[in-house]
C-alpha cells in the first residue's frame, strides 16, 4: 500500500474518531443537563495541580442539594490564574441521585471539552481534505514545453 494512501486512511480515522467524540461530549452535556438539579454553591478552596509548565488552580465548591445535604466537590477543570476565588459563589448543576456528580453552570465548565474536540475535529477535517483532494498552497510550477521543432 501507498505511504499517500496509509496516511489518507489514518488521517480520516482520527476524523471520524474526534467527530464521534465531539458528538457524543455534546449529547452527554445536554442530557446532563436536562437531567441535573440547579443550585447554589460557593467556592470553599481552590486546589494547585501542577501541568507540563505551570501551575493550575481547581476551585472546590459546596452546595446544598434540595434535600439538604450538603456537598462538596472539586471541578474537573483547572486554570491558570484561577477563575473563581474563594468564597464566590457559583450555580451547579448536579445529579440528583448522585449530587457529588456536579459542574459549574459557566460555560466554560459545561462547553468548554466539547469546544476543544470540536476544534481538533475541525483542524484534522481540513487537513485531510487537503490531503485527499491534494489542495497545495504553493504555487504551481510553470512547465516547460522540450518539444524539439
Given at each position: 500500500m501507498e505511504k499517500r494512501v496509509i496516511h489518507k486512511v489514518l488521517l480520516c480515522t482520527i476524523c471520524f474518531v474526534l467527530f464521534f467524540s465531539f458528538g457524543w461530549s455534546v449529547l452527554y452535556v445536554r442530557h446532563f443537563v436536562n437531567n441535573a438539579m440547579e443550585g447554589k454553591g460557593h467556592v470553599t478552596n481552590l486546589v494547585k495541580s501542577h501541568s507540563t509548565k505551570s501551575n493550575v488552580y481547581?476551585?472546590?465548591?459546596?452546595?446544598?442539594?434540595?434535600?439538604?445535604?450538603?456537598?462538596?466537590?472539586?471541578?474537573?477543570?483547572?486554570?491558570?490564574?484561577?477563575?473563581?476565588?474563594?468564597?464566590?459563589?457559583?450555580?451547579?448543576?448536579?445529579?440528583?441521585?448522585?449530587?457529588?456528580?456536579?459542574?459549574?453552570?459557566?460555560?466554560?465548565?459545561?462547553?468548554?471539552?466539547?469546544?476543544?474536540?470540536?476544534?481538533?475535529?475541525m483542524i484534522f477535517a481540513v487537513i485531510a481534505y487537503m490531503m485527499y483532494f491534494r489542495v497545495s498552497f504553493a504555487k504551481p510550477r510553470k512547465q516547460h514545453n522540450s518539444a524539439n521543432v
Open positions: 481547581k476551585p472546590v465548591v459546596e452546595f446544598q442539594t434540595v434535600e439538604g445535604a450538603t456537598v462538596e466537590f472539586t471541578s474537573w477543570l483547572g486554570t491558570s490564574p484561577p477563575r473563581f476565588s474563594v468564597g464566590e459563589s457559583v450555580s451547579v448543576y448536579y445529579d440528583p441521585r448522585n449530587p457529588q456528580s456536579a459542574i459549574i453552570n459557566d460555560w466554560l465548565s459545561l462547553w468548554g471539552g466539547s469546544a476543544i474536540l470540536g476544534g481538533l475535529t
